[in-house]
């Protein structure tokens, strides 16, 4: 049985000027908007096709990021979402290239947990209030964060 590695996808939005060079040396430029990124690759939407195979590369925080592309589907009245895989050389990190908008989907998995769990905890005679244990239970950047 085939057991992939599991990547750990951050979901994330930022436009980005994509450089291609195309097969024959042709390079060009096009815009782009940064989906998904991992320490390996990125999904991009762009409006345009783009080969598999082609070189591609962006900034991102001061950080060259290249690859090729490895896939492409095209989405009809949306445009083109295209996977990049980057050189082995090229890695990304959060500590290296944080995009504007970076949400990771783990925190809405334990998101969803802690609410199931008090949602089973307030059906107890305790009556947990959410809001009450948060502020009371949860470290000091976490209360900053989100209570001032």
């Given at each position: 049985m085939d057991h992939k590695p599991a990547r750990r996808i951050m979901l994330c939005s930022e436009i980005v000027s994509l450089h291609l060079e195309a097969q024959k040396g042709r390079a060009r430029e096009l815009k782009g908007n940064l989906e998904e990124i991992w320490a390996s690759g990125a999904v991009l939407w762009t409006e345009e096709r783009i080969r598999n195979y082609?070189?591609?590369s962006f900034l991102g925080g001061g950080c060259q990021f290249r690859g090729q592309v490895v896939a492409q589907t095209l989405r009809k009245g949306i445009g083109y979402i295209t996977e990049m895989r980057f050189h082995p050389s090229c890695r990304w990190s959060e500590q290296r290239y944080r995009p504007q908008h970076l949400f990771n989907p783990l925190v809405?998995?334990?998101?969803r947990i802690f609410e199931t769990t008090l949602c089973a905890a307030k059906g107890r005679s305790d009556q947990v209030r959410p809001h009450a244990f948060l502020r009371t239970a949860a470290p000091a950047s976490f209360k900053s964060a989100y209570w001032g």
């Amino acid at each position: 049985m085939d057991h992939k590695p599991a990547r750990r996808i951050m979901l994330c939005s930022e436009i980005v000027s994509l450089h291609l060079e195309a097969q024959k040396g042709r390079a060009r430029e096009l815009k782009g908007n940064l989906e998904e990124i991992w320490a390996s690759g990125a999904v991009l939407w762009t409006e345009e096709r783009i080969r598999n195979y082609t070189s591609l590369s962006f900034l991102g925080g001061g950080c060259q990021f290249r690859g090729q592309v490895v896939a492409q589907t095209l989405r009809k009245g949306i445009g083109y979402i295209t996977e990049m895989r980057f050189h082995p050389s090229c890695r990304w990190s959060e500590q290296r290239y944080r995009p504007q908008h970076l949400f990771n989907p783990l925190v809405l998995l334990a998101n969803r947990i802690f609410e199931t769990t008090l949602c089973a905890a307030k059906g107890r005679s305790d009556q947990v209030r959410p809001h009450a244990f948060l502020r009371t239970a949860a470290p000091a950047s976490f209360k900053s964060a989100y209570w001032g």
